[in-house]
């Protein structure tokens, strides 16, 4: 886990994103934090990278939620958009409306390379720059873009 948590480390210092690192509560593992601008109609990512002893998650959560009357059209839209996806998926928790997108990584029993680490955490935001006008107009309009 401490050399996957340096390399992960060591690819946010290479690209220059400023992170804060700190202990997961209730487990061994490590929770990354940071944020991304879009530059678009999805404006700021808040990305999380939590590192447990044998694998890791890529966590990008979208700052705008749907109102509840919109919840079955945003859900549909991202049902559709996840459909095909070979790495990750589009979530929505119906309880707040929170939308993110997540990849997984499994490094038990073995080294990850930096070209693992980029995809896994550069996935997300191209997920949401792919599908982020369509889902942020289904969340405005109600209606399925």
């Known amino acids: 886990m401490e050399k996957t948590i340096k390399s992960i480390q060591a690819f946010l210092k290479k690209v220059n994103w400023t992170y804060e690192i700190q202990d997961k509560k209730n487990s061994?593992?490590?929770?990354f934090k940071f944020g991304i601008d879009m530059n678009g109609v999805i404006g700021n990512l808040r990305m999380y990278?939590?590192?447990f002893e044998e694998d890791y998650l890529v966590i990008g959560v979208?700052?705008?939620?749907p109102e509840k009357a919109s919840y079955?059209?945003?859900s549909e839209y991202l049902h559709r958009a996840n459909f095909g996806l070979k790495n990750g998926n589009f979530e929505m928790d119906y309880s707040d409306g929170e939308i993110r997108y997540k990849t997984y990584v499994n490094f038990e029993n073995t080294e990850i390379s930096e070209n693992v680490i980029q995809d896994?955490?550069?996935?997300v935001p191209a997920m949401f720059d792919q599908y982020g006008q369509g889902l942020m107009q289904t969340i405005t309009t109600g209606i399925v873009a």
């Open 49 to 51: 990278i939590n590192v």
């Open 72 to 74: 079955t059209a945003v």
């Open 28 to 31: 061994k593992g490590k929770l």
């Open 120 to 123: 896994s955490i550069f996935i």
């Open 62 to 65: 979208l700052n705008n939620k």
